[in-house]
């Protein structure tokens, strides 16, 4: 399948970063690894016409040392099937290298039971596509990383913040307690966020705009909130060590954020 400008043009984003941390190699006897994200549009980079929705994998830069670039390669509107479908996985198997993480983070898409293109079943089909990211990245010397989805925004009558995902979050609990691999459980830690705000607060982090509410996208300080658990979960699980984090405590101004033209 043929990649849009807008895709090619992160492609091109992602490259650079990843010769980035190639090129760290050749500087002493550790190289600091890029850390590559496979994922849907609540990761994803933001083009200008798309502003204020911002992607958490805008944010996670921040919080990480230069010397651990992100190559950030999440869709919109992708599930495990059709980014593997669509060659997105082989795209970054190209390239990535021993020391760097692949962190993989699918739900939302793959819930579409109207959609044979993106649906998978939890315990089946969702399971096997994420096997081959697991076995890809270690097949190259990478460490796998399994993210549990984000939280959409979703309360009761009461004001208590509600799962969304159903069986998906177990479903890669339970893969990645089978293949040894570091679990991120940002499904739990964001909903235990939400309830924390609460009903109202929570609106000024998903993308509501005058004309729209959307209670699946974050806006800047939505994104940075999700970075800053992301980072949380690397450093719980040890998958990051201290040293490769900064501001984890700090504040982070929404004015960084800054979406870039799509490519002509």
Known sequence: MS????QAAAAALAVPLALAGAGAAHAGPRREGTLYIAGDSTAAQKYADAA???GWGMALPFFLHKSRPVANHAVNGRSSKSFVDEGRLDAILSVIRPGDVLLVQFAHNDEKTTDPTRYTEPWTTYQDHLRMYVDGARARGARP???????RRRFDAAGKALPSHGEYPAAMRALAAEEGVALLDV???SL?????LGVEATKTYFNWTATEQDNTHFNPPGAIAVARLVVRELLRTRVLRPCDVRRVDEEIPASWITWPEAAA
Not at 3 to 6: P, Q
């Open 192 to 196: 235990a966020l939400w309830q924390e």
């Open 3 to 6: 990649l849009t400008r807008r």
């Open 187 to 189: 499904q739990a830690s």
């Open 145 to 151: 990383v399994l993210a549990t989805p984000v939280e």
């Open 52 to 54: 204020p929705e911002t």
